[in-house]
């Protein structure tokens, strides 16, 4: 196995790694920054700069950090989740929601009617 290759399986094991935990963290704003701060250092992000990203940027961030398909959708959940747990950003956080998941079915060339689904589901 060439060795870039097996540096990238071990950069995407690390962020669906990172992206369980977002996914499985009980959130509770105010209180739980610190702890998912942490958790986003295991990406190069933080709650903050995360809030400060557009919907463009958003994606950018992920293709400049090689983010998979699957992973891509991850994140997306993630901030899906999120926006429930921030009504105050729900707007801003389901945009880059469904930018990413527009992003996924645009650049993968595969139609899912799953992601399909999220995005209807993101827009209400």
Do not use: H
């Not at 540096?7 to 499985?24: A, Q, S, T, W």
């Not at 704003?29 to 958003?58: R, V, Y």
């Not at 926006?83 to 996924?104: D, T």
Request: negative net charge; hydrophobic residues 45%; without cysteine.
């Amino acid at each position: 196995m060439p060795l870039a290759l097996k540096l990238r399986d071990e950069d995407n094991e690390r962020i669906n790694n990172v992206l369980k935990r977002l996914i499985g963290m009980d959130y509770v704003p105010g209180f739980g920054d610190e702890a998912i701060d942490g958790i986003l250092a295991g990406i190069d992000l933080s709650l903050q700069k995360l809030l400060e990203l557009n919907p463009n940027d958003t994606v950018s961030f992920l293709k400049a950090r090689n983010f998979d398909w699957a992973n891509a959708e991850q994140f997306a959940d993630f901030l899906t989740i999120l926006s429930v747990k921030l009504p105050e950003q729900q707007f801003g956080l389901r945009e880059k929601a469904i930018a990413v998941y527009s992003y996924i079915q645009t650049e993968s060339k595969t139609f899912s009617f799953d992601i399909f689904n999220k995005i209807a589901s993101a827009k209400k």
